[in-house]
């Protein structure tokens, strides 16, 4: 296990960070060199990306990392959310900002995609979650509206490693996550795009987790400390980069990545689309080293965020720690949210849309004052908790695995009062991950490709990167030092 300084890009829907991997001795020291905000933007109708601003956040990142650092960078990895993608012109560049996952164009999009391809015929062929914002239902939307549907495409964290000087590439895990992949041959199903006239050409070739696609383009290679650095593919899917960051041994546990969405799921060798998993819409999302993560898309502290939002918008601020403070001496709610209602998937006014569900269900409004806010937070995080120990049990009649440990990884698993909530409906072993266990994830795979421990069929392999997950987050009994300068 050779020791190497590289850089770990992650970008998420709320803000994206670059992180530096360094070494003192032999303790592993991570440091976030720089952090900046996202968030999508409304032009006209639609919510899209900000792809330009994206871009120059992550080259300011890699340059600051090249600046204070005292050895080569070895390599460069990029994960992110998955689905949206970046249409390509000829010359190589964005032929527009790439469409949110949020925006209203799928809603008709999967309803006709459906009248085409049953919706059982879709699980049977990809094993993924039939959410309306799945790459499928973009690319079909985009089709329908003319929108340049012919020119190729990449999905975010790829489109970023090419403009970084990568070969274009569509990363395995990150591909799964769109429902354009057979589950034969972990590939783009023919069936699905001829049955629905989408251009098979337009989208790029697999490759594994762990795939060094090229080196850094020579604006950054002229900085010394990146001058040989490559570029690796992780699991480009910031849930996949997060379960691999999980050096978990053993087949009795779980996980949530829980963040803006919360991911409840478990690992398995191979994926499960029997009846009862369709009817429960679990995913069979490719994971680092050829596992399954197989899992289900919670909607997480999205609610919470956009109550935030909104209050702060109304001159209603407190801080968190506060809220979750007030929420510990509050009762159990007796009638608590369905976190997945589509009403509570789109942006805007959360307060106002949990308050009609609480007028419909015959219950009083909650106000806006500082203990409205407490009630409703408090509602929030106990729906939450309950709808994880109903996915969880979900999981078990599905898999028919006993699950003992639940391990939470990702920004979420800080909130302390929502641990707790999940430990009492779900009556098991709260084991608390790394926040960012996406950024440990996406190192251990960039190790363990610089190791050798590679295939080009399946990518890193997976004891290779547990054990590089487990030496990332301890070693010698000591934590993984965190220091954040950004």
């Known amino acids: 296990m050779k020791k190497r300084t590289l850089i770990a890009v992650d970008l998420g829907g709320e803000s994206c960070r670059i992180s530096l991997l360094r070494w003192d001795r032999e303790t592993p020291e991570l440091q976030t060199i720089h952090r900046f905000s996202n968030g999508p933007m409304v032009d006209g109708r639609h919510l899209y990306w900000d792809i330009n601003r994206i871009y120059e956040g992550v080259e300011r990142g890699l340059r600051l990392c090249a600046e204070v650092a005292t050895e080569p960078i070895a390599s460069i990895g990029v994960d992110g959310w998955g689905v949206d993608y970046v249409r390509i012109k000829p010359g190589g560049e964005a032929q527009q900002n790439p469409f949110c996952y949020r925006d209203e164009r799928t809603i008709e999009a999967e309803k006709e995609v459906h009248r085409i391809i049953p919706r059982e015929t879709l699980y049977r062929l990809t094993g993924i979650q039939l959410l309306r914002f799945n790459t499928l239902y973009q690319l079909y939307a985009d089709r329908a509206d003319g929108s340049a549907h012919h020119l190729r495409w990449l999905q975010i964290p790829e489109f970023i490693m090419y403009r970084l000087g990568g070969e274009p590439v569509s990363e395995y895990t990150n591909a799964t996550h769109g429902a354009l992949v057979g589950l034969d041959n972990r590939n783009w199903c023919t069936e699905i795009f001829e049955k629905t006239s989408l ?4 989208p790029h070739r697999i490759v594994p987790p762990g795939s060094i696609i090229g080196s850094v383009k020579p604006t950054l290679a002229g900085l010394s400390a990146l001058a040989n650095t490559k570029l690796i593919v992780p699991a480009c899917h910031d849930t996949a980069s997060a379960i691999a960051g999980i050096p978990a041994e053993g ?17 398995l060798d191979s994926p499960c689309i029997t009846s009862e998993a369709l009817d429960r819409n679990f995913s069979n999302l490719g994971g680092a080293g050829g596992k399954i993560c197989f899992l289900k898309n919670v909607n997480g502290m999205w609610l919470l965020g956009q109550c935030l939002t909104q209050w702060k918008l109304h001159g209603h601020e407190v801080p968190l720690n506060e809220l979750f403070e007030a929420c510990t001496a509050l009762p159990t709610p007796e009638r ?5 209602d589509p009403e509570f998937l789109l942006p805007g006014d959360m307060p ?3 308050n009609a569900h609480q007028e419909r269900a015959g219950r009083v409004a909650l106000s806006s004052d500082r203990e409205g806010m407490a009630r409703m937070a408090n509602l929030v995080l106990h729906s939450l908790a309950a709808r994880y120990a109903q996915v969880l049990q979900e999981l078990v009649s599905i898999t028919g695995k006993r699950i003992r440990r639940l391990y939470i990884v990702g920004g979420g698993s800080r909130n302390e009062f929502l641990n707790r909530l999940t430990a009492q409906r ?9 926040a960012e266990s996406s950024t440990i994830g996406n ?6 490709t610089l190791d050798g421990d590679y295939s080009s069929v399946t990518g890193v392999s997976y004891a290779a990167v547990t054990r590089w997950a487990e030496r990332l987050l301890s070693h010698s009994g000591k934590t993984l030092s965190w220091r954040n300068s950004a």
């Open 199 to 202: 251009d098979a050409k337009a």
């Open 336 to 340: 608590l949210l369905d976190v997945d």
């Open 443 to 448: 190192l251990a795979v960039q190790l363990a």
């Open 352 to 354: 106002a849309v949990i």
């Open 251 to 267: 087949d009795d546990w779980a996980f949530i990545s829980s963040g803006t969405w919360s991911l409840v799921g478990t690992l």
């Open 426 to 434: 779900t009556g098991l072993d709260i084991m608390i991950g790394a």
